[in-house]
């Protein structure tokens, strides 16, 4: 199904989601590249139920997998090497965001092999269309599985980014029996992080109905299972549910952009490596909180928390995030004010004073 009238990317979500599709996955190629991490893939069962349908399918593959967190373009050009090396003509990614993106920009770069790691930064034109690409993600929280954006680790500009192209999956296999293998703490770090794309994108001056609709179906998913974050017992059925909400934030984000917390958020990660979902949360409720009160009332409706005090002392508690401190705020209000096209996502006037109250939100309580 789609998941949002804007994207293209088809979205399946069900238990057994690679097997039941394998036809799918073979219309797209006879040689595959997987791009994954070095543990998890193969700890969920992901890597293997993917390797058997391959297998029995018939189909080429070989595995890279060296992507780190944050992955960086060296780490692009590393898998890119590896999907020429097999002559791959499909990409498959599986994992979190890092594998998920990065196997995006091996997609693009293997399908343009004159190209060097400048064109994954300054871009280009005339490049020919990034090869098949199927997403398997394990976590929830980056919907990057139905999203066209490949976020990476510039280490030349001391920060993250996003490659300048867009590059939808064909299809993305939503299985939720892999979350259950998944940290708890990483299951609510990227938890968090949806909640901070849903948030953003209904919130942003771009949003549409269409948008808008599929952050609502992922506020509903999100609240109905926020007990699981809290430490009530993980369930196949829950754990589905909040890939899914992740997957309906990936929507409304691809069409929207997210805001001024991810704008914020990539200092911290970058300088602290501070994971991406708790960077993010930081400065949800501090973001809210400027906002119209009707659009807080919204808000905080489809969210279920009673004001954006309990929407900070919940992701803090749940993320086990203690706060910031004051120079490391003032250096991301700072990045981000380099920053004008982030900045008009807000419904209100981001000027200095608003960025810089957003980026204190986030500091430490003593
Ligand atoms: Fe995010």
Redesign the pocket.
């Known amino acids: 199904m789609k998941l949002c009238e804007h994207i293209p990317t088809e979205f399946f979500c069900e238990d057994g989601c690679t097997a039941a599709h394998r036809d799918e996955i073979a219309s797209l190629g006879g040689r595959a590249l997987i791009v994954t991490g070095g543990r998890s893939s193969k700890m969920n069962g992901s890597l293997d139920d993917m390797t058997d349908v391959l297998g029995k399918c018939g189909i080429a593959y070989s595995v890279f997998d060296r992507v780190e967190e944050n992955p960086s373009v060296e780490t692009v050009m590393a898998g890119t090497k590896a999907a020429l090396e097999l002559g791959a003509d499909m990409i498959i990614g599986i994992g979190g965001?890092s594998p998920l993106d990065a196997a995006k920009a091996v997609a693009l770069m293997a399908a343009n092999p004159d190209r060097d790691a400048e064109f994954l930064v300054s871009g280009g034109n005339g490049y020919a269309h990034p090869l098949p690409l199927v997403c398997v993600p394990t976590t929830c929280?980056?919907g990057s599985e139905v999203t066209p954006v490949s976020v990476l680790t510039y280490h030349d500009r001391r920060t993250k980014g996003s490659v300048p192209f867009k590059i939808y999956p064909d299809i993305a296999l939503c299985d939720g029996k892999y979350l259950m293998y998944a940290p708890h703490r990483l299951i609510v770090n990227t938890a968090v992080?949806t909640l901070?794309?849903l948030t953003e994108s209904y919130l942003n001056s771009a949003a549409d109905e269409h948008s808008r609709s599929a952050a609502e179906k992922g506020f509903e998913l999100w609240q109905g299972n926020r007990p699981l974050l809290e430490g009530e017992p993980l369930t196949a059925g829950g754990c589905t549910a909040l890939m899914t909400a992740s997957a309906y934030g990936g929507a409304a984000i691809a069409h929207t952009g997210?805001g001024i917390p991810?704008g914020l958020s990539y200092t911290l990660t970058y300088e602290e490596h501070i994971p991406?979902?708790l960077a993010?949360g930081y400065f949800l409720a501090g973001y809210v909180s400027l906002c119209s009160d009707s659009e807080i009332h919204e808000i905080m409706g489809m969210t279920g928390f009673a004001d954006t005090h309990e929407m900070d002392s919940f992701i803090r508690r749940t993320s086990g995030g203690t706060g910031i401190d004051r120079q490391l705020a003032s250096l991301a209000a700072k990045r981000l004010a380099e920053n004008p096209k982030k900045l008009s996502t807000a419904p209100f006037d981001a000027d200095t004073a608003a960025v810089e109250k957003i980026a204190y939100s986030a500091l430490s309580a003593d």
């Open positions: 965001g929280g980056t992080d901070g794309h997210t991810h991406h979902g993010v």
